[in-house]
């Protein structure tokens, strides 16, 4: 059984029973993992631990070990540790983009579960391009992470082919799909523009509009849109496409496009709350009752959506729910269990006044 009562250490000099370690200007130097081990009493496999697998650590324990690493300054050298147990503890994750908080809770629920479990995430952003994906994973792949997510199911076909070989976990986000390459914890893009038609087919809408970017999965939510209202016989939508990322500016834009086209405007889903917010404030200059005259959904339910005036109707996805789900996903498969390939998280319409 280790020793696991704290013993005295020392960064500054020697004293009877305390272990003394020589700085240089970049730190500690020489310090190894017994060092630490000696300064918090515990055994070097129990600071092994502490940085590999913190979950089988006793929490007093932990807490000691961590303070003596912060207090020594001491680094592991996890290339080395990597090459010769074959494990990174790295897990890779690419996104867009974080500036919007539609990712960004996501992002930070996975890597705070991701860490917990001892893994380190490195985080890369590719926009939205299928070429810049590629080419980040080219880079993050020769770091021989453990696991992946992505963002969305939108890959080439190369791509699918080399992730299916790689032989690490991958787990999918964000979007819906049969045929996923390992697992997929997402919702339905297809399945959120039908459910925003037919909340404005309810209230009477017949000349619809549109204002969304042109990413994979803004294209499926215009898809089904155009579907549900075609089943009721309208199919002439006019709308505003243009390349992500979205902003306020261009929904302000995008609203007399959209009137020019169509005179009769009287409703517009937007592919953002960005966007939403500025159809909705062009829509007050010009004098237009939102929603009596025009109703206005975005998409994202982002913090001001619910402190606008009147308030936004939105979309509403739990990130965090995906980015918890996701981590569940591939510890599991880490650890050499079963996990279903499909996760599908769903979506709400948030019902504010805008609609």
């Given amino acids: 059984m280790p020793n696991d009562k704290p013993a005295a250490f020392s960064i500054d000099g020697p004293a009877s029973g305390v272990t003394r370690v020589k ?73 867009p983009t974080i500036a919007h908080s ?4 996501t992002i930070q629920v996975f890597s705070e579960t991701m860490s917990k479990a001892g893994y380190q995430v490195l985080l890369a ?12 994973l080219d880079a993050v792949l020769s770091r021989r992470p453990e696991g992946v997510l992505l963002t969305g199911v939108a890959h080439t076909d ?33 399945q959120v523009g039908v459910a925003v038609a037919e909340r404005f087919i309810a209230r009477g ?19 089904g849109f155009r579907a549900r209202f075609a089943h009721e016989g309208i199919c002439n939508i006019a709308d505003v496409i243009v390349s992500p990322p979205s902003s306020v500016l261009v929904g302000k834009a995008a609203l007399p496009e959209l009137l020019a086209r169509m005179p009769q405007l009287d409703a517009v889903f937007c592919g953002s709350d960005l966007l939403a917010i500025g159809v909705l404030g062009e829509a007050k200059r010009r004098g237009i009752d939102v929603p009596s005259q025009l109703s206005i959904c975005g998409f994202g339910d982002l913090e001001f959506a619910s402190e606008t ?47």
């Fill in 23 to 95: 700085r240089t200007r970049g730190g500690p130097k020489g310090l190894r993992i017994t060092d630490v081990a000696t300064a918090a009493g515990v055994s070097p496999i129990t600071v092994s631990r502490v940085f590999n697998s913190p979950e089988t650590v006793a929490p007093e324990t932990l807490e000691r070990v961590r303070g003596v690493v912060q207090k020594l300054g001491y680094v592991p050298n996890r290339l080395a540790g990597g090459l010769s147990s074959s494990k990174s503890r790295l897990i890779a994750a690419i996104v």
């Fill in 102 to 105: 539609l990712f960004s809770e």
């Fill in 158 to 190: 190369s791509l699918r082919e080399r992730l299916r070989n790689v032989g690490i976990p991958i787990v999918e986000t964000w979007d819906m799909t049969d045929t996923p390459i390992d697992m997929l914890v997402g919702f339905s893009h297809y």
């Fill in 205 to 223: 809408v017949r000349y619809p509009g549109l204002v969304s970017a042109n990413d994979d999965r803004a294209i499926a939510r215009i898809t």
């Fill in 309 to 355: 005036s009147p308030t936004l109707t939105t979309v509403r996805v739990d990130g965090t729910h995906i980015g918890l789900n996701a981590a569940q996903c591939l510890l599991a498969r880490l650890r050499g269990e079963q996990h279903a390939s499909i996760s599908d998280v769903g979506f709400h319409i948030v019902e504010r006044e805008t609609v």
């Fill in 125 to 136: 952003l590719s926009g939205y391009s299928d070429t810049s994906e590629e080419a980040l």
